[in-house]
């Protein structure tokens, strides 16, 4: 499968709980982004990473959110103590380089439920 | 705050005809503009880029932009019903790497 790969698709989390998310790029990509989207709302920028290095985080809320792109291994965005309104489906995005030129290729994404 | 605008729909085309649906963007130095699909409990699918001024076609799609008047479109020429979708309208600002998404737009391809 050589597209955006997204783990796990779904996940059921109580609140207090954390919830990682996983996510491996396209072949050949080196760029990722994280987007969220909450139910009857538009798909919103998180963060974009390269591989060990956070780019642009200012769609990051501030508080319980972090998102890493280690040397080996996927990009994983973490959501500590998690709340209902975290529920929402959190996609990523792959791109081979940075650019105004360069297409966003989505995964499937992780419906996150907050029980 | 930079915002992108769709009409949310529903819009409703009868199959086999044109389905134009459009988007404007308040960047007026936004560069990078994108229709995506998506399908209800799905992930967005890109169609189409576009970068310059007019128009580019692809298939049965055709992407149209008028920087001037901060407008962007997707034509979809004789649509089918497996057209039917919400079209999202993205735009990357200056300076920055992370799209900005219209609320899309519902289309429905009537058989």
């Known amino acids: 499968n050589a597209g955006v790969m997204q783990n796990p698709r779904h996940l059921v989390r109580r609140r207090g709980q954390e919830a990682r998310l996983r996510c491996s790029p396209m072949?050949?990509?080196?760029?990722v982004y994280w987007y969220r989207q909450l139910p009857e709302e538009g798909l919103k920028f998180m963060v974009y990473l390269q591989k060990e290095n956070i780019i642009d985080e200012s769609g990051m809320p501030k508080e319980r959110f972090s998102a890493e792109f280690p040397k080996e291994g996927p990009s994983i965005l973490r959501i500590q103590q998690v709340v209902r309104g975290d529920s929402a489906a959190y996609f990523c995005?792959?791109?081979?380089?940075?650019?105004?030129?360069?297409?966003?290729?989505f995964g499937p994404g992780t419906r996150l439920t907050v029980t | 705050q930079k915002e992108v605008e769709q009409n949310s729909g529903p819009l409703s085309v009868p199959e086999g005809a044109i389905a134009s649906l459009n988007c404007t963007y308040s960047?007026?130095?936004?560069?990078?503009f994108f229709w995506y699909r998506q399908y209800s409990g799905k992930s967005p699918e890109l169609i189409m880029s576009?970068?310059?001024?007019g128009d580019k076609e692809d298939g049965r799609f055709t992407a149209q932009l008028n920087k001037a008047s901060q407008y962007v479109s997707l034509l979809i020429r004789d649509s089918q019903p497996s057209d039917s979708a919400t079209y999202l309208c993205a735009v990357r600002p200056p300076n920055a790497d992370g799209l900005t998404f219209g609320k899309g737009t519902h289309l429905i391809i009537q058989p």
């Open positions: 995005a792959s791109s081979p380089a940075s650019g105004y030129s360069y297409e966003q290729y």
């Open positions: 072949k050949g990509h080196s760029h």
């Open positions: 960047d007026r130095v936004s560069q990078s």
């Open positions: 576009i970068y310059s001024n």
